[in-house]
């Protein structure tokens, strides 16, 4: 039995989570965690998540339910995600990370604590978008030079960061299997007499409007033809369900930087 506890239990997410974590076999929710100062510290998990008592309740410090779970599930926010690193770091607890928004110096740190506890770090843990990935390797390598490539995402209007992280990793994938770095040839919106597109630019459009849950669209287009490669989900407890996966999996990995694509089988 998988022991986990959800960090942001009180939040959007980790509501969610907490009913994920209740819906899989082999996992149990041990623990449940959150802001020091929220109004909902000494509540009940499983009523925060409308499923009745489950004689879990939420705290505001990590340290001290530290030998009450194997594996840390963290969506919150990177300043948050990287205390909680440095915590489970040093009680050799493992951790599925869904944080997004990290600086590459931050990803760094991500990498260092690695080396000493197993980490699933993805930016989404959807098996469809894990599975679009995969795609989007295939069809880059097919379609070569000889296209122009456009990632189009949408998020609710609560999102803070832009483009997603799903939208990014999309394209490092593109980039990557063209042989081109992502810092270099990302365009991030486009205003003003910008001029003839360059050929090997990779482009980035954002949309924050309503309750959209998360819609990724990746555009191949050459002349005379276009490949569209999409992604839309309708629902988080797609995301949830594939955290608790990756905790799931966790369980006797050894120290190291994993992703989702670990998690599946597909790397």
Known sequence: MQR???MGAAGRMGKILIEAVGQAEGAQLTAAVDRPDS???GADAGELAALGKIGVTLIGDLNAVLGQFDVLIDFTHPSVTLKNLEVCRQAGKAMVIGTTGFS???KQLLSEAAKQIPIVFAANYSVGVNLCLKLLDTAARVLGDDVDIEIIEAHHRHKVDAPSGTALRMGEVVASALG???QKVAVYGREGQTGARERETIGFATVRAGDVVGDHTVLFAADGERVEITHKASSRMTFAKGAVRAAQWLQGQSAGLY?????????
């Not at 992703?259 to 790397?267: F, P």
């Open 4 to 6: 986990i506890a959800v």
């Open 39 to 41: 109004s909902l510290i």
């Open 104 to 106: 590459p110096e931050e």
């Open 180 to 182: 081109r770095d992502l």
């Open 259 to 267: 992703d989702m694509q670990d998690v599946l089988g597909l790397n």
